[in-house]
């Protein structure tokens, strides 16, 4: 079992939501039945990253390449979407999360969008948790986005094109308004960023998960997490001295032949560990 | 066990009261079931209080107004893992202190101080908690809750007709003369069937395979919780722990088993779910 130590969360976790048709085809199911045993796992997540206490949680649900898929499967995934935000909306609501989307809403059809958009408006106060979905989503759409967005103050003369900066432009992504990902999960086992988050990942760890994402489980978010919470970010700066090996010595030193020491030593090696 | 008088007065009680909570839990906004749970495990820690500290009105209030803190940290920060390890340090250690300001009789003292640092937790974490399965289980949250009191109260109820009809040897005779082992084996069948009623009927979520082995696990913590209680009872001398339901004896008589039943269902939604 793994268990998660609570002081030191990634505040904003992002999800890439691979393996749903591989899924279903190991099974000999169409792909639909993938995306809706899929559709039971985001509620698994959403449920143990609240109770987790994280921040933010961003999960890359439909990308702004995924409208060329088959036509049939486009909409069996907007149908399972607006089950999902009809099926949810009293968890979200009662649990203080505040619904958020980003991506290119406007080529979502109407089904989506009625309940959407509601849901959004009565969530916005809340902030225990913020849950973004990435819908018809692409970061170098954003980034082009955020860009013309610039583009267009500097030709109305209310900013100078130096003031093109990179805090500037991080200003003007949806997507970062939670903050940059600490930590970005790809189950499904590929390796690949597939233009999700690209300006926020900057300096976010990546988490390559095998299992599929019907199958992940909250058992695999705390371990994902877990693996990020032992590896040191360093933002680009120098890190810490590497542990020097001490040439052995053949008599045992008073300090490490203390029992009292030696279990002192082994307490405060591991982590706290709570899991709430 | 009750007379029979009592019996009816008991339905009578239920017929009012259970319309009541499941209309504030299918109707009412998420936090309002709360609202009744809140002043129901104040009145249950005042009666477990009035029954470790006789006649002391004072440490009483202390006991009831602890619990009254942890119970609203918990509903607002159970997810924050630093408020939940704080009031479990501070609760415990700081509780018995209190002993010190009021002495009392010697003999007793320990006891006292040790009632002091679990009684504020005894009733109002799980009876808080039980909100907090309404909250956090969404759209089954009302279900849940149901489920975890039939498998306290119908455990009960079981209980209560196996060992009125069937009952023979004797369960527990030092703690509580009266439950047999017949009526244990009832109360769990009395559990048993509130998870097919939840998996078949009002909570199809849940599958057979999960509903089953809980209902066994969470009703027979249950019946423990209830000796549990009678023993604290029959320790300090008191029949029924208080008045305040007609036919039910007082708060905490009612709410022994379920105590044991909500931290169940909870953690089982926390870890196995």
């Known amino acids: 079992?793994?268990?998660?130590?609570?002081?030191?969360?990634?505040?904003?976790?992002?999800?890439?939501?691979?393996?749903?048709?591989?899924?279903?085809?190991?099974?000999?199911?169409?792909?639909?039945?993938?995306?809706?045993?899929?559709?039971?796992?985001?509620?698994?997540?959403?449920?143990?990253?609240?109770?987790?206490?994280?921040?933010?949680?961003?999960?890359?649900?439909?990308?702004?390449?995924?409208?060329?898929?088959?036509?049939?499967?486009?909409?069996?995934?907007?149908?399972?979407?607006?089950?999902?935000?009809?099926?949810?909306?009293?968890?979200?609501?009662?649990?203080g999360i505040r619904l958020n989307a980003i991506g290119n809403l406007g080529r979502l059809p109407s089904l989506v969008r009625a309940v959407l958009d509601p849901l959004r408006a009565e969530s916005e106060d809340s902030d225990r948790m913020t849950l973004t979905l990435a819908l018809s989503y692409g970061g170098r759409e954003e980034i082009a986005a955020a860009a013309r967005e610039l583009a267009e103050e500097v030709r109305d003369g209310r900013i100078d094109p130096d003031d093109v900066?990179?805090?500037?432009?991080?200003?003007?992504?949806?997507?970062l308004a939670v903050g940059d990902p600490d930590l970005v999960i790809r189950t499904g086992g590929e390796r690949r960023i597939s233009n999700f988050l690209l300006y926020g990942l900057a300096y976010a760890e990546l988490h390559f998960a095998d299992v599929l994402w019907p199958d992940f489980g909250a058992a695999d978010l705390y371990e994902a997490i877990a693996s990020y919470q032992v590896r040191e970010r360093r933002f680009g700066h120098v890190g810490k001295p590497a542990p020097v090996a001490l040439p052995h010595v053949p008599v045992a030193s008073p300090v490490v032949a203390s029992p009292i020491a030696s279990a002192l030593a082994a307490s405060s090696a591991p982590i706290t560990r709570i899991a709430i | 066990m009750a007379a029979p008088s009592n019996l009816a007065l008991r339905l009578a009680t239920a017929v009012v009261c259970v319309p009541l909570i499941l209309l504030l839990l299918y109707r009412g906004p998420a936090w309002g079931f709360y609202l009744l749970v809140f002043p129901a495990a104040m009145i249950g820690t005042w009666e477990l209080f009035a029954m470790t500290h006789p006649g002391d009105r004072v440490s009483q209030g202390i006991g009831v107004a602890i619990a009254a803190a942890l119970s609203i940290a918990l509903w607002f920060g159970v997810h924050d893992a630093r408020t939940v390890v704080t009031v479990l340090v501070v609760v415990p250690l700081l509780g018995p202190l209190v002993t010190l300001?009021?002495?009392?009789?010697?003999?007793?003292?320990?006891?006292?101080a040790f009632a002091m640092g679990m009684g504020p937790l005894f009733i109002a974490v799980p009876m808080t908690l039980l909100a907090l399965l309404r909250?956090?289980?969404?759209?089954?949250?009302?279900?849940?809750?149901?489920?975890?009191?039939?498998?306290?109260?119908?455990?009960?109820?079981?209980?209560?007709?196996?060992?009125?009809?069937?009952?023979?040897?004797?369960?527990?005779?030092?703690?509580?003369?009266?439950?047999?082992?017949?009526?244990?084996?009832?109360?769990?069948?009395?559990?048993v069937l509130g998870a097919l009623c939840a998996h078949f009927?009002?909570?199809?979520?849940?599958?057979?395979?999960?509903?089953?082995?809980?209902?066994?696990?969470?009703?027979?913590?249950?019946?423990?919780?209830?000796?549990?209680?009678?023993?604290?009872?029959?320790?300090?001398?008191?029949?029924?722990?208080?008045?305040?339901?007609?036919?039910?004896?007082?708060?905490?008589?009612?709410?022994?088993?379920?105590?044991?039943?909500?931290?169940v269902v909870f953690l089982y939604t926390l870890w196995i779910r």
């Open chain 1, 1 to 95: 079992m793994v268990l998660v130590e609570a002081r030191n969360l990634p505040s904003h976790v992002g999800i890439i939501m691979d393996g749903n048709g591989r899924w279903a085809q190991l099974r000999g199911q169409p792909r639909v039945a993938g995306h809706k045993e899929g559709a039971q796992a985001v509620r698994r997540i959403v449920r143990a990253a609240r109770r987790l206490g994280l921040k933010a949680l961003t999960l890359y649900a439909f990308s702004e390449q995924n409208w060329a898929r088959p036509e049939e499967e486009v909409d069996a995934l907007m149908v399972l979407l607006r089950e999902f935000l009809l099926s949810e909306r009293d968890e979200i609501l009662d649990n």
């Open chain 2, 135 to 191: 909250v956090e289980m969404g759209a089954d949250g009302p279900s849940y809750v149901v489920m975890t009191m039939m498998f306290a109260w119908w455990g009960d109820t079981g209980g209560y007709f196996a060992g009125r009809y069937l009952g023979k040897k004797k369960l527990y005779e030092a703690v509580s003369p009266k439950k047999t082992v017949e009526g244990a084996v009832g109360g769990l069948a009395g559990s």
């Open chain 1, 165 to 175: 900066t990179t805090e500037r432009l991080r200003s003007r992504m949806p997507s």
């Open chain 2, 101 to 112: 300001a009021r002495l009392g009789s010697i003999e007793s003292a320990g006891f006292r």
């Open chain 2, 201 to 263: 009927w009002y909570l199809p979520s849940i599958s057979l395979a999960h509903a089953v082995p809980l209902s066994i696990v969470a009703g027979a913590f249950g019946q423990a919780g209830d000796l549990g209680e009678s023993l604290i009872k029959r320790s300090t001398g008191v029949k029924d722990s208080g008045q305040i339901v007609p036919g039910h004896g007082g708060i905490l008589d009612r709410v022994d088993a379920l105590l044991l039943t909500s931290a």
